[in-house]
């Protein structure tokens, strides 16, 4: 059930609701907004931290302008809380994330508020420049559309280009930064660095809201003042400013750095800037966990903390006393330390993932060999490819629906030039709860399309150790390994390393009846089945893949050989992956066999919890022992 809200927060349902307050009454309703998401993600786990630094901004921007005709677009959707309790939300608040209920990222076919669907980042600026051109085509100039963008995005090269592109035009656009200062983890490079100077060197800023307010602000002279004040800031630049700046550099005009939780000062602002017709660039200053000091004080555990006490913010551990088999991101971090250690031309890249991945062990241990590029997919890749280049080995840790993002990059910049890059990709398959925007579904599929490509996917904690090893071998150019997010099956997974021979799969389980063909980890469910089905008297054998490419041929034949009814299985889309390279085999060599492909079916799944996600797609071992019993006929 939704939690109670408070005296002000239960008479808001929509923005119109908001607009009746009085200006100052609207502290009181951030206070009580900032209390309700806490009460509820307290007990219903998701982003907690981003959320809460953006209250009094959420609150702002609804009380100021008209959405949903304006339009508000969030940048790395999980700061989106707070609007989404103001728009219509607030009692079904509660099954955020939950399977069938409220997404946790904006989400176009869910509420009219949502002007863009937003789950990876730096996509705000060009999607509101878009809807800004489109309303200027269709004469609608009296519309908004405000694009926010924070929690790291302004480090992406997607925000550049678009901040580029938006100031050669005429766009009615306000960019507001919300300038956190983590992503995640903490931001990092030069645009955060630049930043910060923008925000502590306040003289050059002061000076332009200054002659701002002398002038009257858009009216007092007329459409001509903002010429002015650009010629008087530019005439002072050099002598209180030791940097021009770099949004006036993109013809964009610069208001801030301003307090972000002072929602009185904001609503002035927004007020001021709604009258200027040209892209402008609102710089908040905000703080990410705002009003949780445990979250405040750890704004990445508290990112997306789990249960917590509400009260505390202490996060609440299991009880479970079992020795529990390691998550895959464990042992990536511990192996990749280990293989470092011996090879001294290892080096670990991620895109601003480092503690979701867990190439922070290496980043404390090797910092001059672990590098966080910031939110820059893209750039990752490109940048290892370069190392590679000099006779380095580097280890790209991307999310696999991330990877998606810099696909040119793999194809022309590395497997093209066929260089040694083990592109590490975490988060392979349904990822559960962050839904369609985030399920790793795609990656298999459109890596083998790719020449030079070896692709792996482990079964378990010791195949990914030994993919990793073998990976960093001489001569095993580009070289993909993709796991999925959470628990292996491994409790004592720490093992010798072993080479592998690319392109070998493995028989797990012996049987006469039926084949189940599997890569990764999914092919433990497999497993769980073909145990299930003795006491049916099925006999299902089991063969882990291991490699898609190369695919075992010589294995495959010995299959199709052997059994007539097979089963293929992948936490991956149905569409192109393994069980596609399996019905070309058979087709190329003739063979009779009945194949029956088990996979993330064609459409995109939304989110729930995994084992949701997995009944729904049909391949949890129910689903499995159900379509083996199907085949299973004289």
Known sequence: MAPAAGPLLSTINYPDDLKKLKEDQLPQLCNELRDYIIDVISENPGHLAASLGVVELTVAIHYVFETPNDKLIWDVGHQAYAHKILTGRKNDFYKNRKYKGLSGFPKMAESKYD?????????????????AVASSIKENNGRQHIAVIGDGSMTGGM????????????????????????????????MN???????????????????????????????????IVKQLGQAVKSTISKKSNLFEAFNFRYFGPTDGHDVVHL?????????????KLLHVSTTKGKGLRSAEKEPTTYHSPGIFDRKTGEIKKSDCKEKLAP???????????????????????????STGSSLNMMMQVMPDR??????????????????????????????????????????????????????????????????ATHHGAYDMAYFRAIPNMTIASP??????????????????????????????????????????????????VDGKDIAI??????????????????????????????????????????????????????????????????????????????????????????????????????????????????????
């Open 115 to 131: 002007a863009f669907g937003t789950g990876h980042s730096s996509t705000s600026i060009s999607a509101a420049l878009g809807m």
């Open 159 to 190: 925000a550049m280009e678009a901040l580029n592109n938006a100031g050669v035009s005429n766009a009615n656009l306000l960019v507001i930064l919300n300038d956190n200062q983590i992503a995640i983890d903490r931001n990092v490079g030069a």
């Open 193 to 227: 660095d630049y930043l910060i100077d923008i925000t502590t060197s306040r003289r050059y800023n002061q000076f332009r809201n200054v002659v701002w307010k002398v002038m009257g602000g858009d009216t007092k002279y007329g459409t001509n003042s903002r010429a």
């Open 267 to 279: 609503v002035k602002l927004l007020r001021d800037l709604k009258r200027i017709e040209a892209p």
């Open 327 to 353: 998550k895959y991101q464990h042992v990536f971090g511990k192996t990749i330390i280990e293989l470092a250690e011996k090879n001294k031309k290892i080096v670990g890249i991620t895109p601003a993932m």
């Open 370 to 435: 672990a590098f966080d590029v910031g939110i820059a997919e893209q750039h990752a890749v490109t940048f290892a490819a370069g190392l590679a280049t000099q006779g380095l080995i580097p280890f790209c840790n991307i999310y696999s629906t991330f990877m998606q993002r810099a696909y040119d990059q793999v194809i022309h910049d590395v497997a093209l030039q066929n260089l040694p890059v083990v592109l590490c990709l975490d988060r392979g398959g349904l990822v559960g709860e962050d839904g």
């Open 459 to 508: 079964l378990n904690e010791k195949e990914l150790r030994n993919m990793m090893y073998t990976a960093q071998l001489n001569g095993m150019g580009t070289f993909s390994i993709r796991y999925p997010r959470g628990r292996g099956v491994m409790p004592d997974w720490h093992l010798p390393f072993e080479k592998l021979e690319v392109g070998k799969g493995q028989k797990v």
């Open 517 to 634: 063909i599997s890569i990764g980890h999914i092919g433990n469910s497999a497993i769980k089945a073909a145990k299930f089905l003795v006491g049916d008297n099925i006999s299902v054998a089991v063969f882990d893949m291991r490699f898609l490419k190369p695919i075992d041929e010589n294995l495959l034949h010995e299959i199709f050989k052997k059994f007539h009814r097979i089963i293929t299985l992948e936490d991956g889309t149905i569409v192109g992956g393994m069980g596609s390279a399996v019905l070309e085999f058979k087709n190329d060599h003739n063979y009779s066999s009945t194949v029956k492909r088990m996979g993330i079916p064609d459409r995109f799944i939304q989110h729930g919890s995994p084992e949701e996600l997995y009944k729904e797609c049909g391949f949890d071992v129910d689903g499995i022992l159900e379509e083996v019993r199907k085949m299973n006929f004289p």
